[in-house]
């Protein structure tokens, strides 16, 4: 019944099951790391929030991977690529208007000013289909 210390396999001594200091260091190192990836992925984060600055257009909030790809297709335009390189078609009812499949479920919207196609948005289908008259 007595409470003797016992030297543990780290080379501690002490009571229990086990050494209350490699624990107490173990949960030290853990709440480290978890502060360190904390702080990387804020980092991360913020990067990739400022990179939004250079957009013509509003890409937040989108999915990253639509981001990504509506970039693409921005700098494409910039360079004076056809939007028809990207799929794009002029709406039926706004000749001055092309829309470009980005995915599969988000397209930019485009205005045609003459000899310059200016990215306006991007949106989603639900956003797109309110949008349409008649659609
Ligand atoms: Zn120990």
């Known amino acids: 019944m007595s409470r003797r210390k016992k030297i543990f396999s780290c080379g501690h001594k002490g009571y229990g099951q086990v050494c209350h200091r ?4 173990a949960e030290r190192d853990r709440i480290l ?4 990836v904390r702080e990387e992925k804020r980092q991360q984060k913020q990067e990739w929030d400022s990179t939004f600055a250079q957009d013509p257009i ?10 990504v790809k509506a970039r693409v297709i921005i700098a494409g335009l910039q360079s ?3 939007y028809r390189e990207y799929g ?16 599969r479920n988000y397209r930019m919207i485009c205005h045609d000013c003459g000899n310059l196609l200016l ?7 639900e956003d797109y289909n309110v949008d349409k008259p008649g659609g």
């Open 119 to 125: 990215p306006y948005a991007v949106l989603s289908h």
């Open 33 to 36: 790391q978890h502060d360190r």
């Open 22 to 25: 490699c624990a107490n260091e």
């Open 58 to 67: 509003n890409l937040k909030n989108l999915p990253t991977h639509v981001v």
């Open 80 to 82: 004076n690529k056809n």
């Open 88 to 103: 794009g078609k002029r709406l039926r009812h706004n000749r001055w208007i092309i829309s470009i499949p980005v995915t």
